[in-house]
């Protein structure tokens, strides 16, 4: 069966430091992988997916994300963390018309 | 339009109202959702259409009921809830691949309508 687990349920960083949240996933065949964003009371904006090909992946805001196989893994990076990146980020595996969402992890970011 | 609008943002109601839910989209997506997001939370899907036609239930109780009128529009009547039933409620929609049965995994999510329930 699917699952997504995101193990950091919170994680604060220092404004201008690096990012990375952690995401691993269980699915036989190769999923489709997003990472979400969501401010408090919003919807969920999307930051990057990953169908195949180049395992670094590209998103809006500076973010990446990085598809290891090997590591059942999909973990989000951003070089520097900026005051508006305080959120809750989810990590989805997509099968079949359904997404599995992770638990979220919330990013607090200090001055 | 690339973007999923929801009305209203906010909706008290009592345990023995009706109201509804509204989303509307204009990107020409086929497949539209209604997920519950509790606070803290990951959202939880309810209910999925395709080309109008109600395609995923997730077992939801009766009293919420959906409607998809259209191909932009889709509803959420809701009717005789429970407290435990606040929560946000989120409208997302996407496109179907070709044949019609595999939607395509991009969602584009609305913003929301946060439900109360007394």
């Known amino acids: 069966a699917q699952s997504v687990t995101q193990p950091d349920i919170h994680i604060t960083v220092s404004e201008g430091a690096s990012l990375e949240l952690r995401c691993n996933y269980s699915?036989?065949?190769?999923?489709?992988l997003f990472w979400y964003v969501q401010s408090p009371g919003q919807g969920l904006q999307l930051l990057l997916k990953y169908f195949s090909g180049d395992t670094l992946v590209q998103g809006i805001k500076g973010f990446e994300a990085e598809f290891k196989r090997s590591q059942s893994s999909f973990n989000l990076r951003k070089p520097s963390v900026h005051w508006s990146d305080a959120a809750e980020y989810f990590c989805?595996?997509?099968?079949?018309?359904?997404?599995?969402f992770g638990s979220g992890t919330k990013l607090n970011v200090k001055p | 339009d690339t973007e999923v609008t929801q009305t209203p943002k906010h909706l008290v109601m009592g345990m023995t109202n009706k109201k509804s839910l509204k989303c509307e989209q204009h990107?020409?997506?086929?497949?539209m959702y209604w997920y519950k997001q509790k606070a803290k939370k990951p959202p939880e899907l309810m209910f999925v259409?395709?080309?109008?036609?109600?395609?995923i239930n997730e077992s939801v109780p009766s009293r919420f009921s959906p409607e998809c009128p259209n191909s932009s529009l889709l509803n959420l009547h809701l009717h005789a809830l429970q407290p435990e039933d606040s929560a946000l409620y989120l409208c997302?929609?996407?496109?179907?691949?070709?044949?019609?049965?595999?939607?395509?995994?991009?969602?584009?999510f609305g913003p929301g309508t946060r439900l109360t329930v007394t």
């Open positions: 997302a929609s996407s496109q179907v691949l070709p044949k019609g049965r595999t939607f395509k995994a991009e969602q584009c």
């Open positions: 259409y395709s080309y109008e036609k109600l395609s």
């Open positions: 699915y036989g065949a190769t999923p489709y």
């Open positions: 989805t595996l997509y099968n079949f018309n359904k997404f599995y």
């Open positions: 990107m020409g997506h086929r497949a």
